[in-house]
């Protein structure tokens, strides 16, 4: 059965020092992957989302940057973390098919930007 | 066009009632349309979805009405529990992504 890891589960980082999440799925191949941020009480925002290896979509301009390695591994990247940067990042997978099946998310991890 | 519009922000409903929420959307290419609950802490689970060639479909307690000519979909649960208290998401894809309502905050009162 396919499974999507995310750590770390929480992180506390100080303003201006350097961010990476890391994701990575199991039991599948060539899946789509997504990085989604959650503010506080806030609705679901795409960030970024990959189709293939070296393939990234950036939806929102701001200072985070996202990179796909390896096939099952999706890496979410600040140089300098922002105080708006806060947030509960999301990452998920969906085969191909997405209208088949639909997104697989993980547990998330709670940055909090000091 | 891309948006999905979901109402109510927020709903309180009494133990072993009707909780009701709404979503509408503009971008007719949709062609799939899942709800999301999400439990505090813990990442959105796929709870229902439904294709726009289909009306109505149950599971359980939850059942999605879809009104195509609208272009508007609803999530009703039935008999609703404090366990439900959750946040829900309407969602609607076509392509790569998914697009996702603001959410509602449902919560049950025992």
């Known amino acids: 059965s396919q499974t999507i890891h995310q750590w770390p589960a929480t992180l506390v980082q100080p303003v201006g020092s350097p961010l990476s999440l890391e994701c990575t799925v199991e039991?599948?191949?060539?899946?789509?992957l997504y990085w989604y941020r959650q503010a506080a009480g806030r609705g679901l925002q795409l960030l970024f989302y990959?189709?293939?290896?070296?393939?990234i979509s950036s939806e929102v301009p701001q200072n985070l940057s996202a990179s796909r390695p390896q096939d099952r591994q999706f890496i979410l990247s600040s140089k300098k973390l922002l105080l708006s940067d806060s947030g509960f990042y999301l990452c998920?997978?969906?085969?191909?098919?997405?209208?088949?099946?639909?997104?697989?998310f993980g547990s998330g991890t709670r940055l909090t930007v000091v | 066009q891309q948006q999905v519009k979901q109402s109510p922000q927020s709903l309180i409903v009494q133990k072993g009632g009707i909780s009701i929420i709404n979503c509408a959307y503009e971008n007719t290419a949709f062609d799939y349309f899942p709800w999301y609950q999400q439990f505090p802490g813990k990442g959105p689970a796929l709870l229902i979805a439904?294709?726009?060639?289909?009306s109505e479909k149950k599971e359980g307690r939850f059942t999605i009405s879809f009104n195509k000519s609208a272009k508007q979909f609803s999530l009703h649960i039935m008999d609703s529990q404090p366990g439900d208290s959750a946040t829900y998401f309407c969602a609607a894809s076509s392509g790569d992504k998914i697009i996702f309502g603001k959410g509602t905050r449902l919560h049950i009162l025992p």
């Open positions: 039991g599948t191949s060539n899946p789509n």
């Open positions: 439904i294709r726009p060639d289909v």
């Open positions: 998920a997978w969906a085969s191909q098919g997405i209208s088949n099946y639909g997104y697989t």
């Open positions: 990959s189709v293939g290896i070296g393939q």
